[in-house]
């Protein structure tokens, strides 16, 4: 492996790391050589875990409710000293909730907001001071297509996408100069749990899969790459930057 994209020797957190997206990445991670903490909201990320030590990585679980925002600095706390360091943090964990802008119920907007912006503020925050104080880092959040466009249906989470964006380009404006590289992934079209609803729709599943170019709906591998080159150095000098891994969605 190209030392450019060698993460060997590195820790990396993810969170949401138990299934789906945050499966995904958090095995690419251990593939390219990082040992990893998965952060998760249920008893355990087993399969994960198992993935990460068959690759001859060592993998650490936390689990806690990332919308309390009081435990969050013990998650970083927690994190950095299962493996001594840390160097990436991949801020994936979110929620959706699905009801038009009329309707929308007050506390799923807060609901959202709670887990999917402030946790994000929170967990950035904490990572970076450790990140700072060596020098180093990688932080990856996680955006959507709907850091870009307004969706039908998900006010909440296009408020908390948008955001994202704009959180990634704030810190990487403090932290460029410092070594700490903060950059998002704005995945397509995923088959994960949070577009079982689309994909069971048959009008909206045609309509989606009509506009990706690449034909198909995304999967967690496709999101290996784009998280390892963006935790590796070959992106040293790339910070601020949302990068879309979406069959080419928004170029349609």
Known sequence: MSKLFDLTGKVAVVTGGGKGLGQGMAIGLAEAGADVVIVTNFSNAKET???????????????????????????????????????????????????????????????VIQLNLKSVFFLCQYAGREMLKQGSG?????????????GINVPG???????????????????????????????????TDNTHQLREDPVRSKEILSRIPAGRWGTPDDLKGAVVFLASPASDYVTGHVLCVDGGWMVR
């Open 49 to 111: 875990v198992e993935a990460i030590t068959k690759l001859g990585r060592k993998a650490h679980t936390i689990v806690a409710d990332l919308s309390d925002e009081s435990k969050l600095q013990d998650v970083i706390t927690e994190a950095k000293n299962a493996f001594g360091r840390l160097d990436i943090l991949v801020n994936n964990a979110g929620i959706i909730r699905r009801t038009p802008a009329a309707d929308h119920a007050a506390q799923d907007f807060h609901d």
């Open 138 to 150: 990688k932080i990856i959040n996680i955006a959507s297509m709907l850091s870009f466009q307004g």
């Open 157 to 191: 989470y296009t408020a908390s996408k948008h955001g994202v964006a704009g959180l990634t380009k704030a810190f990487a404006n403090e932290w460029a100069s410092k070594g700490v590289q903060v950059n998002a992934i704005a995945p397509g079209y995923m088959a």
